[in-house]
């Protein structure tokens, strides 16, 4: 493992800011949208969050690294976002089931990183302005040439990556013997979404993104899931269309972010760029069926348009963001389908929200 901690490092923002600090993980170059997490624990699943994809993530815990790494804390085989920026960069771990460093980690992950930022100057500052593109370089300091390099990074809105983190071939999760087949659109699945299904005796085959529903009808599933990934739904035609056949062959169908947002795509409901973007895992959503609150994880940049919604016959919102009134739950009238835009899957303690994957075992099983 190799010290860079006295290595100066720079980030540019889009916008002209400019930041100082430290050289973390592999010394380099990286870009991509800056976003910032508000989570106070599980910094390895946001970095191999397939959702994070050509995300450079801004940790707003002042500590990273203090708990090392673990293998079986990732949502998938590899660090999924462009760059980390943190406050406190700590090399020595303290969990004694850590199999390494974070350094050790970014090193053999070729992830570029910078510390010893102000990173609630830069929050401040990304959420008065809005997100945008960055830049960070522990190899190369000079601001204009950094500038010039940032231009040419393309916004984050009408890119489709989906693709680019999928499966490349179908495989299968579970127990063969399960009591129910269902067949996963795999836009940039994490791991937990998949233990949550085989905890509740489910035998999934998971499909590349752009796998057909003719392919996938011919495994005979008993009902259909669609992934979070990344990227702009709206450049997903392919996985559009994929979710139009599930509805008109009336299958049970359950979404998560993305997959949410792709299931109002399907029905005419545009999705908008947000100005910031939900991440962290103290989201407060009601549920609206059954009149209760839940503390919900979250991780988008993108949502559907609550005016399209409104003006909808073919869906009814089932949930709400108590913090902005942003639609979080969609069911389909008449259809045994919904989507969820936050994670019930994911861990921060409370599980409140698990109970969406009950919902569709058994509507699957109705």
Sequence with gaps: MT???????????????VYHGKAAGKIGTTTGEICFNTGT?????????????????????AHIGNYGVDNEDTESGEIQIAGL????????????IADGSIQNYFEEE??????????????????DKGVMNAIISSENLDVESLKAKLAEVPSMEGLELSSSVSTKEPYFYGDEDASTRIAV??????????????????????????????????????????????????????????VKEILAADKPMFGICLGHQILALAHGIRTEK????????????????????EITSQNHGFGVVREDIEQSDAVEV??????????????????????????????????????LFDDFINMVKA
């Design 185 to 242: 659109l795999d836009l940039g699945i994490k791991k937990n979404i998949l233990r949550n299904f085989d905890d509740r005796n489910v035998y999934a085959k998971v499909f590349p993104a752009k796998t057909t529903f003719a392919e996938m009808e011919a495994w005979k599933p008993e009902g259909y899931f669609v992934s979070n990934g990344p990227g702009d739904p709206a450049a997903m035609e392919y996985a559009i269309d994929t």
């Design 85 to 96: 920026v943190c406050k406190n960069y700590n090399i020595n771990y303290s969990r004694k």
């Design 318 to 355: 089932t949930h709400v963001n108590l913090n902005d009134n942003s639609i979080e739950g969609i069911r389909v009238k008449g259809k045994p389908a919904f989507s969820v835009q936050y994670h019930p899957e994911s861990s921060p303690g409370p599980h409140d929200s698990r109970y």
């Design 41 to 61: 624990t599980g910094y390895q699943e946001i970095f191999t969050d397939p959702s994070y994809y050509g995300q450079i993530m801004v940790t707003t815990n």
């Design 274 to 293: 947000m100005f910031n973007g939900h991440r962290g895992i103290n989201h407060p959503v009601k549920n609206i069926v059954a009149n209760r609150c």
């Design 3 to 17: 010290n860079y901690s006295k290595l100066p490092a720079i980030l540019v923002l889009e916008d002209g800011t």
């Design 110 to 127: 070729n992830l570029v990183g910078i510390s010893d930022i102000d990173t609630r100057s830069l929050v401040r500052h990304i959420r």
